[in-house]
């Protein structure tokens, strides 16, 4: 794995590819390769963009791309499509729609398939921004599949956080409030060439105020555009760095991804510990066992729950 790593942080993108593959599908594979790239981690600025089906999220990053390298800049892209719940495929088309990074060498597009997870972020979407970082992209991009109540966890990844609606987009902007319009840091009014997009920018201002804030320094910015024409994307690419120029000056920066650290550990740990005490009940029937007294009211789910954890601290004991 070792000359793999090394290929793919030289600049061969064969080798980041494949290693993006074993991320997706060798979870204890990817755990080993992550702990040799850490030490290179953490320079890369990474930028979240949710928005409901339809805005022109990829429309907008493919402008971005043009922008982001006219500014020298190298660039990742993670474009999170729908998994199907029936198939678990995902049709995977962003590359075909983001063609102006399609054939430079420092642009790597990837998609990839939410598999079910909870704001269409995959499980290995944070190692992949991971990888990206230590193979020295200076941006990385995550697109989520779309946005919704669930879509808050772009900022778990994100150092910005953009969110895209348009004008005619009808309720989007009510079913964001609760849950996305606190994270934003940048709103986009995408399309701004139909419907009344002054109105849809007045709106989510008024939002803004209205609502509590993660950060309270930064004033999130409201920005129209007209992706497909490339109209306000150089005033788009100036806000972007402007919020993360105000991120390491006032270390928020530190802060965002400290907190970031912190929510991953727990989860991971979590994931291990469960992989783990339920390994260990299989291997003797135990799990079965304890799920047939629930079933018979020997038990209570809470019980249940102890009694995992009693085998957790014996275990640890033995």
Same mark, same amino acid.
């Given at each position: $794995?070792?000359? !793999?790593?090394?290929?793919?942080?030289?600049?061969?993108?064969?080798?980041?590819?494949?290693? !993006?593959?074993?991320?997706?599908?060798? /979870?204890?594979?990817?755990?080993?390769?992550?702990?040799?790239?850490?030490?290179?981690?953490?320079?890369?600025?990474?930028?979240?963009?949710?928005?409901?089906?339809?805005?022109?999220?990829?429309?907008?990053?493919?402008?971005?791309?043009?922008?982001?390298?006219?500014?020298?800049?190298?660039?990742?892209?993670?474009?999170?499509? /729908?998994? %199907?719940?029936?198939?678990?495929?995902?049709?995977?088309?962003?590359?075909?729609?983001?063609?102006?990074?399609?054939?430079?060498?420092?642009?790597?597009?990837?998609?990839?398939?939410?598999?079910?997870?909870?704001?269409?972020?995959?499980?290995?979407?944070?190692?992949?921004?991971?990888?990206?970082?230590?193979?020295?992209?200076?941006?990385?991009?995550?697109?989520?599949?779309?946005?919704?109540?669930?879509?808050?966890?772009?900022?778990?990844?994100?150092?910005?956080?953009?969110?895209?609606?348009?004008?005619?987009?009808?309720?989007?902007?009510? !079913?964001?409030?609760?849950? !996305? $319009?606190?994270?934003?840091?940048?709103?986009?009014?995408?399309?701004?060439?139909?419907?009344?997009?002054?109105?849809?920018?007045?709106?989510?201002?008024?939002?803004?105020?209205?609502?509590?804030?993660?950060?309270?320094?930064?004033?999130?910015?409201?920005? &129209?555009?007209?992706?497909?024409?490339?109209?306000?994307?150089?005033?788009?690419?100036?806000?972007?760095?402007?919020?993360?120029?105000?991120?390491?000056?006032?270390?928020?920066?530190?802060?965002?991804?400290?907190?970031?650290?912190? %929510?991953?550990?727990?989860?991971?740990?979590?994931?291990?510990?469960?992989?783990?005490?339920? &390994?260990?009940?299989?291997?003797? &029937?135990?799990?079965?066992?304890?799920?047939?007294?629930?079933?018979?009211?020997?038990?209570?789910?809470?019980?249940?729950?102890?009694?995992?954890?009693?085998?957790?601290?014996?275990?640890?004991?033995?």
């Amino acid at each position: $794995m070792l000359k !793999i790593v090394d290929r793919a942080m030289h600049g061969d993108r064969i080798s980041l590819a494949k290693l !993006i593959t074993l991320i997706e599908n060798d /979870p204890s594979a990817a755990r080993k390769m992550i702990s040799m790239i850490s030490p290179y981690t953490g320079k890369a600025h990474v930028i979240g963009l949710t928005g409901a089906t339809g805005a022109g999220k990829s429309s907008l990053i493919n402008g971005l791309i043009s922008e982001l390298r006219n500014r020298k800049k190298t660039i990742g892209v993670i474009a999170i499509d /729908p998994t %199907s719940p029936f198939s678990g495929g995902a049709f995977l088309g962003d590359r075909i729609r983001m063609p102006a990074g399609s054939l430079d060498k420092n642009v790597f597009i990837r998609s990839m398939g939410s598999r079910g997870r909870l704001g269409g972020l995959s499980r290995a979407t944070s190692d992949v921004i991971k990888l990206l970082d230590a193979c020295g992209k200076d941006v990385v991009l995550v697109e989520t599949a779309g946005a919704g109540q669930s879509d808050v966890e772009i900022s778990k990844l994100a150092d910005t956080v953009m969110v895209m609606t348009t004008p005619e987009g009808g309720d989007d902007i009510q !079913i964001a409030k609760a849950g !996305i $319009m606190e994270i934003g840091d940048i709103f986009i009014v995408n399309k701004a060439d139909v419907g009344d997009a002054d109105s849809r920018v007045y709106e989510i201002r008024m939002m803004i105020h209205s609502l509590s804030r993660r950060d309270t320094s930064w004033e999130p910015e409201v920005i &129209k555009t007209i992706a497909t024409n490339d109209i306000g994307l150089k005033d788009l690419c100036n806000i972007i760095e402007n919020h993360y120029k105000f991120l390491r000056d006032t270390n928020f920066l530190f802060a965002r991804r400290k907190k970031r650290k912190r %929510s991953e550990l727990v989860d991971l740990f979590r994931e291990t510990v469960t992989e783990h005490v339920l &390994k260990y009940m299989d291997e003797g &029937k135990k799990f079965d066992i304890l799920i047939e007294k629930v079933i018979n009211n020997e038990l209570d789910i809470n019980s249940a729950v102890n009694e995992l954890i009693k085998v957790l601290q014996n275990k640890k004991r033995g």
